[in-house]
Every structure is written in structure tokens, then in C-alpha cells.
């Protein structure tokens, strides 16, 4: 998830023609669904609490939330 929200934040800043507003739209919902599922789902809460993932998720939602700002 890290290289793919700094690939697309060099798109972004690059104001590449190749990253749309409509792509860039539904990766931001994509990421939403992403970060409701990773705080919701059963698996994903029991992947959260062990400690050998617990830091791999934190950096996942991290890295998405770069989408909003």
C-alpha cells in the first residue's frame, strides 16, 4: 500500500494527465472502504491485535489516509 499512495501521490503532484480527478475519486472512496474495513472487520480486528501484524496495519492505514490531505 506504501508504494502504491506514493505512486499516486507523484501523480497527483506531477498533475500527471494520466491520473484523473474521476480516478482519483474512487481511489479515495476505495481507501475509505479500505480503512472501515480494517477497523470493522472480524479477520482484520484479530489480525490488528496480534503483534506480529499489528505495525504492518498501522502502516497500511497510515499510508491511506495520505488520501484526504
Known amino acids: ?3 502504491v499512495t506514493t505512486g499516486i501521490l507523484v501523480l497527483r503532484k506531477g498533475k500527471s494527465t494520466l491520473w ?23 479477520i482484520a480486528i484479530e489480525e490488528r ?3 506480529k501484524y499489528a505495525l504492518f496495519l498501522i502502516i497500511i492505514s497510515s499510508c491511506s489516509v495520505q488520501f484526504f490531505f
Not at 484523473?20 to 472480524?42: G, S, V
Open 20 to 42: 484523473t480527478t474521476d480516478l482519483d475519486n474512487q481511489m479515495i472512496a476505495w481507501t475509505r472502504e479500505y480503512i472501515t474495513w480494517l477497523e470493522t472487520a472480524e
Open 1 to 3: 500500500m506504501a508504494k
Open 49 to 51: 491485535d496480534s503483534t
